[in-house]
């Protein structure tokens, strides 16, 4: 099956500094990919579909200038945390669709992150 | 805006009973359901999914679910469950062109 990786797995860092996360598509290209956020004992909240070569689309609630997302290349979409705080930390998780209608996703292994 | 329920929050069960896990959603139209699964330490994996035809859909480690269609439900079943079979699982919901939307998720425990 597609595989979508994740780096880092983990990261810890200090409040106010900015984090990337990337999400790769590794053997199929990805027109559309999403970002998710899990809390713990929570299900999965969508923050954002983003599409290559086109600006992302944020879900109610989630701060388009604290968290950037770019979709530069079909196999290639990043998030970046920009000024992390402490309420940021949380478990990242990209998935990406090969066929571009939102049908099956294929997701990453996610990335934690810490903010001290 | 559409909505799916998951009943069960944490489910304990011994091995070789039977599970029954419940999802309803809450959209009316035409859509497309989903069952994923999240080992400990693992990613989200798709165990199955019912697009159209046979509302009874058999998945990967012998899952099954049944779309009723008049209930907006999506039950996500297993004859006999093994100690593997711990896990979180999630059932999610598109349409048309919506993104998915997930459940909150029903932790499995397995117990010898």
């Known amino acids: 099956g597609a595989v979508v990786s994740q780096h880092p797995s983990r990261v810890i860092c200090k409040s106010g500094t900015s984090v990337k996360i990337e999400c790769r598509s590794l053997?199929?290209?990805?027109?559309?990919m999403f970002w998710y956020r899990q809390f713990p004992k929570k299900s999965l909240m969508l923050m954002a579909t983003?599409?290559?070569?086109?600006?992302?689309?944020?879900e109610q609630g989630v701060e388009k200038d604290k968290f950037l997302i770019n979709h530069a290349s079909l196999t290639l979409s990043t998030l970046t945390v920009t000024s992390a705080h402490p309420e940021d930390s949380s478990f990242y998780i990209c998935?990406?669709?090969?066929?571009?209608?939102?049908?099956?996703?294929?997701f990453g292994p996610g990335t934690r992150l810490t903010v001290l | 805006a559409q909505s799916v329920s998951q009943h069960n929050h944490h489910v304990i069960l011994s091995e070789a009973a039977s599970l029954e896990l419940g999802c309803n959603y809450s959209?009316?139209?035409?859509?497309?359901l989903f069952w994923y699964v999240q080992y400990p330490g693992q990613h989200l994996q798709l165990l199955l999914k019912?697009?159209?035809?046979?509302?009874l859909v058999k998945g990967i480690k012998g899952f099954e679910a049944e779309f009723i269609k008049s209930k907006f439900s999506f039950n996500l079943r297993k004859p006999s469950v093994q100690w593997s079979d711990t896990a979180e699982y999630f059932c999610?919901?598109?349409?048309?062109?919506?993104?998915?939307?997930f459940g909150k998720g029903t932790r499995l425990s397995v117990i010898a």
């Open positions: 998935s990406a669709d090969a066929g571009g209608s939102y049908n099956e996703q294929f």
């Open positions: 053997d199929f290209q990805a027109t559309t």
């Open positions: 983003s599409n290559e070569g086109s600006k992302a689309t944020y």
């Open positions: 959209y009316g139209g035409t859509v497309n």
């Open positions: 019912y697009f159209s035809g046979d509302p």
């Open positions: 999610a919901v598109s349409s048309g062109n919506t993104p998915l939307v």
